[in-house]
């Protein structure tokens, strides 16, 4: 079982930047790629970058390719979203998630076995 505990959401005003914070408890962190997705308003969930549990390797959405870094750090059980460059477009609730032994790009929903709750992103025009 795998608990997290997503923070550093807030407001922010276009070209800003923020911090994501993901926090994980129970066993074995390492073994669990991470990934981070988003919901606007009135839309599905939508990926936005996996970092996988070996290598470890990144991949990306498209659409925050360039501006959006994921890392971990396992000593602190903690996996990161540095969002720079924000844009009106990227507001939505940021949810983490994980998956056991992920070693490849998994870009969806159903490939992840636990969630953490959101954390919401606001960027003002």
């Known amino acids: 079982q795998v608990q997290l505990v997503e923070s550093g959401g807030g407001l922010v005003q276009a070209g800003g930047s923020l911090r994501l914070s993901c926090a994980a408890s129970?066993?074995?962190?390492?073994?669990?790629?991470m990934g981070w997705f988003r919901q606007a308003p009135g839309k599905e969930r939508e990926f936005a970058a996996e970092i996988t549990w070996s290598g470890p390797n990144t991949y990306y959405a498209d659409s925050v390719k360039g501006r959006f870094t994921i890392s971990r750090v396992g000593a602190k059980n903690t996996v990161y979203l540095q969002m720079n460059s924000l844009k009106p477009e990227d507001t939505a609730v940021y949810y983490c998630?994980?998956?056991?032994?992920?070693?490849?790009?998994?870009?969806?929903?159903?490939?992840?076995?636990?969630w953490g709750q959101g954390t919401q992103v606001t960027v003002s025009s």
């Open positions: 129970g066993r074995t962190f390492s073994s669990y790629a």
């Open positions: 998630a994980a998956k056991l032994y992920g070693s490849r790009r998994y870009d969806k929903e159903q490939d992840y076995e636990y």
